[in-house]
């Protein structure tokens, strides 16, 4: 089973600031089969990153996936209001599926 | 658009059954793999199981392997999860979520059940 770390566990950011928030695999994610989610109080997660780089549609271009093997990096150039949420990575080059235990951005 | 309304979850005392459901709408069904992921309170996500489109292969967590059964009507657009012999340590709330197709991540997910064990 691939383990998935988050780090840091939590980032306390100003709106307009840029965060980067990483990712490590225990071994590499194949192909890149790498995704990040957004994950609100009460809702569902929403789909940011697939394939370690693409955006899903309709997320806006200041969210950006970078990374390969066992290091990934989520970035958000600048932060909006609706931004401060807690963010998951997860792997799905091998089963099972994995998640990270998840980066929660929060307002400095 | 994609809607996915799961149903089901409650409060039930542990090693007792629970049948959860999962009705969808505005794609075809029949061609998507489909997932059950979980999140305890608080807690982060795990994903639980996954049945392919006509119902050929299923994989399950090891935390749920030989207790839970997933499976799927394509006739009705719905897809279950029979979950057997609970404990507490399955109080979460359970999401379905429909893959981005030949991949495993999850475009869209519903809104989830909350699924309470305690006696």
């Known amino acids: 089973e691939i383990v998935l770390t988050q780090s840091p566990g939590t980032l306390s950011l100003s709106p307009g600031e840029r965060a980067t928030l990483s990712c490590r695999a225990s071994?590499?994610?194949?192909?890149?089969?790498l995704a990040w989610y957004q994950q609100k109080p009460g809702q569902a997660p929403r789909l940011l990153i697939y394939?370690?780089?693409s955006r899903a549609t309709g997320i806006p271009d200041r969210f950006s996936g970078s990374g390969s093997g066992t290091d990934f990096t989520l970035t958000i150039s600048r932060l909006e209001p609706e931004d401060f949420a807690v963010y998951y990575c997860q792997q799905y080059g091998s089963s099972p599926l994995t998640f990270g235990p998840g980066t929660k951005v929060d307002i400095k | 658009q994609v809607q996915l309304v799961e149903s089901g979850g409650g409060l039930v005392k542990p090693g007792r059954s629970l049948r959860l459901s999962c009705a969808a709408s505005g794609f075809t069904f029949s061609d998507y793999y489909m997932s059950w992921i979980r999140q305890a309170p608080g807690k982060g996500l795990e994903w639980v199981s996954y049945i392919s489109s006509s119902s050929s292969y299923t994989n399950y967590a090891d935390s749920v392997k030989g207790r839970f059964t997933i499976s799927r009507d394509n006739a009705k657009n719905s897809l279950y999860l029979q979950m057997n012999s609970l404990r507490a340590e399955d109080t979460a709330v359970y999401y379905c979520?429909?893959?981005?197709?030949?991949?495993?991540?999850?475009?869209?997910w519903g809104q989830g059940t909350l699924v309470t064990v305690s006696s």
């Open positions: 979520a429909r893959d981005r197709p030949y991949y495993g991540d999850f475009p869209y």
């Open positions: 394939g370690a780089s």
């Open positions: 071994q590499s994610v194949s192909s890149s089969y």
